[in-house]
């Protein structure tokens, strides 16, 4: 056997793995409920995935260059109503949005990839922000919203609305599995599809993906 593993057939495809993953944004895998991200919680773990090329029910990717890892739906699907809170407190629905199209990211304090990405997503509210398309920001972090919107105020990113679930519960309703996940939602409440992990959601790629589902 030599020393890179190349007379072991199951550690070479390992190395074939991991080198794929390489070319893929970082998205914090969830493995026994979704986390804070603190020390002692044992429930999650950080690695750099591949965001998946088919999804379930049937779905395939949207291959239009920075969102090529965008997972669209063959026919829009409903979504879970489900609830969190604004910036005073008050419980808001996901229905409440219809006749919208939104971007909801769901996202932590804590998750890495989700501060890089921000920037971009408070921008693409600043140009396409209107009574037909917002940027939903769901803060899934149980630290609660004051410490979400500093998160926020800290980068700046001002354009962007918050919302606040610190049971982050929400996030299991919609099956997700990682952050950031950001789902495209048409203005009948359907999902379009979504994306695991951080993109550049500024793109002119971006802004054609969502212009789609708008009209």
Known sequence: ?????????????????????AGFGAVYVIGGGLSNGSSDDSG?????ISPPTVGESGT?????????????????????????QDAAGKDVTLSSFKGKTILLN????????????????????KELGSD????????????????????????KAGN????????????MALKLLGMPTTILINK?????????G??????DDAKKLIEAAMN
């Open 106 to 125: 769901l996202w932590a304090t804590w998750c890495e990839p989700c501060r890089e990405e921000m920037p971009a997503l408070n921008h693409l509210q």
């Open 1 to 21: 056997m030599t020393a890179n593993g190349a007379g072991n057939p199951q550690k070479a495809l390992w190395i074939v793995a991991l080198s794929a993953l």
């Open 198 to 203: 951080s993109a550049k959601w500024d793109s």
């Open 44 to 48: 999650a773990r950080a690695q750099n």
């Open 60 to 84: 395939s990717s949207f291959k239009l260059g920075e969102m090529a890892a965008f997972v669209t739906k063959k026919t829009p699907e409903p979504l879970p109503d489900i609830t969190f």
């Open 132 to 155: 037909k398309f917002e940027v939903v920001a769901l803060s899934l972090d149980r630290k609660g919203y004051e410490a979400s919107r500093k998160f926020l105020d800290d980068l």
């Open 160 to 171: 962007v609305k918050l919302y606040s679930d610190a049971t982050a519960k929400q996030g």
């Open 188 to 196: 009948d409440g359907l999902e379009v599809g979504r994306l695991a």
